[in-house]
């Protein structure tokens, strides 16, 4: 199995960026499609972006599109979200998360496998 844990995380103000990383290690990344889902207090957990195993196709929820890139380093192991001119509403933690299944747009969030800890992003206005 796969150890995920994402990095990056923080505080901003709105219309700035961050990058948050997530590093896998026990398992080849490439073994798995990549996704990316936040939580905010008092909501559920949602899908943010989501990667095909040789970055050949990205997805991402409309909230986020224009917004955010997904991007992948297998030979590092490690995913990437770039978060561009944030706003309030993107304050939750996010979560990097590993699938073993098939089609970025329609895996539901029980299919990934792993998870990591997750990270704090805060945005202010």
């Known amino acids: 199995q796969v150890q995920l844990v994402e990095s990056g995380g923080g505080l901003v103000q709105a219309g700035g960026s961050l990058r948050l990383s997530c590093a896998a290690s026990g398992r080849t990344l490439s073994s798995y499609v990549m996704g990316w889902f936040r939580q905010a207090p008092g909501k559920e957990r949602e899908f943010v972006a989501a990667?095909?195993?040789?970055?050949?196709?990205?997805f991402y929820a409309d909230s986020v599109k224009g917004r955010f890139t997904i991007s992948r380093d297998n030979a590092k192991n490690t995913m990437y979200l770039q978060m561009s001119t944030l706003k309030s509403e993107d304050t939750a933690v996010y979560y990097c998360?590993?699938?073993?299944?098939?089609?970025?747009?329609?895996?539901?969030?029980?299919?990934?496998?792993?998870w990591g800890q997750g990270t704090q992003v805060t945005v202010s206005s």
């Open positions: 990667i095909t195993r040789r970055s050949g196709s990205t």
């Open positions: 998360a590993a699938s073993t299944g098939w089609g970025i747009r329609t895996l539901s969030l029980s299919q990934y496998n792993y």
